[in-house]
């Protein structure tokens, strides 16, 4: 992600009305917030520039759906919604962006509406990476524990290298109750390498179930 965004920068120095690599930089600077820990300027510019976009071209989808990534970022769920859902009416076809409309709706409690979207999304879709972990969430958060503790169980086994799935088994595992198993999963989504702050709240709450207080202190600091 940084490789990008110092490229699209290069790109925009060289021309800077180059539509490209405007939209390139708002979805770097967004991902690099959202993914990867940044802060409210990473923010800031990718929604500048996906505005500036539209300014010229109000009906450009791939603008509409940086706008919403990042105020998706920004935790403005409802007007990243209208983004996303303004992006989808002029390019029916970007699943990616549809994925992120129903992980929204999965955030607001839309359970149905969620999984109806996620599931009009085909598996095979490029770009859509956390698709079959958003289905195995709202199955869980709609009861249906079996149907998603097979869903992320295969998910954690095929995409080692998607921090969210591996967030997302370990996470299910703990809020069932089954304490030991989520510490075996833990361990090993800790051991690929792709870190996220979820992962040691997850690791700070199994230590204090274990009793190990000073363990659970070291986690969340």
């Known amino acids: 992600n940084e490789r990008a965004l110092s490229l699209y920068q290069q790109a925009l120095q ?10 390139g930089l708002s979805r770097a600077s967004s991902a690099r917030a959202c993914l990867f820990n940044g802060g409210r300027a990473d923010i800031a510019q990718g929604e500048a520039m996906a505005r500036r976009v539209l300014a010229r071209d109000p009906r450009n989808a791939a603008a509409w759906a940086a706008l919403g990534y990042a105020q998706d970022c920004a935790g403005r769920i409802d007007d990243a919604i209208a983004g996303y859902d ?6 029916p076809a970007d699943n990616a962006t549809r994925a992120s409309v129903a992980y929204l709706y999965q955030e607001k409690g839309r359970l149905a509406d969620a999984l109806r979207l996620n599931l009009q999304v085909p598996a095979e879709a490029p ?8 289905v195995a969430r709202a199955l869980e958060l709609l009861g249906f524990t079996a149907a998603a503790d097979a869903r992320f169980a295969k998910i954690f086994q095929l995409d080692p290298d998607n921090v969210f799935n591996n967030i997302a088994w370990p996470r299910s595992l703990y809020t069932q109750g089954r304490h030991g198993d989520a510490r075996v999963a833990l361990a090993t989504a800790l051991s690929r ?8 709240v997850l690791q ?13 202190v070291a986690a969340f600091r």
Do not use: K, Y
Not at 86 to 91: F, N, Q, S
Not at 127 to 134: A, L
Not at 211 to 216: E, P
């Open 127 to 134: 770009r859509v990476r956390f698709r079959d972990t958003q």
């Open 86 to 91: 303004r992006a989808i009416a002029l390019d």
């Open 193 to 200: 390498h792709t870190p996220h702050p979820d992962l040691l």
């Open 204 to 216: 700070g709450e199994l230590a204090l179930q274990g009793g190990d207080r000073a363990g659970a």
């Open 14 to 23: 060289a021309n800077p009305d180059d539509t490209r690599a405007m939209l």
